[in-house]
């Protein structure tokens, strides 16, 4: 597999605050236009809420640090609240998840 170095002074981090500042931006405006009182709502929750970031399966401590650096580089979340509000899911964990909310399960399983 070849890869392309990156532009000087151009970082892994500094590519993903970039698309998640870009995520959450359009987020928040998609939120506050189809929500009713959405932007009453928005600005209600938003710093108490929890960022979810899902990632590859074999991705681990060291890459979720750098999303978590990321995500406070893009203002997401302060330094102070990094651990308490940004949680990490891993591509396959979020799947059984969307399968058992998607996938009507429950009535497929007997107790």
């Known amino acids: 597999m070849c890869f392309e170095e990156l532009p000087q002074g ?62 406070i580089r893009a203002d997401l979340v302060s330094v102070a609240q990094a651990y308490a509000r940004i949680r990490f899911v891993s591509e396959g964990e979020a799947s059984v998840h969307f399968c058992i909310v998607h996938g009507h399960l429950d009535a497929r399983f007997e107790v």
């Open 10 to 71: 151009v970082t892994v981090e500094s590519i993903y605050s970039d698309f998640l500042k870009y995520v959450f931006k359009h987020t928040k405006a998609f939120f506050e236009s189809r929500t009713p009182n959405g932007v009453k709502i928005w600005h209600q929750l938003v710093d108490n809420a929890e960022i979810v970031i899902a990632h590859p399966n074999a991705w681990g401590l060291k890459e979720q640090s750098v999303l978590r650096r990321a995500a």
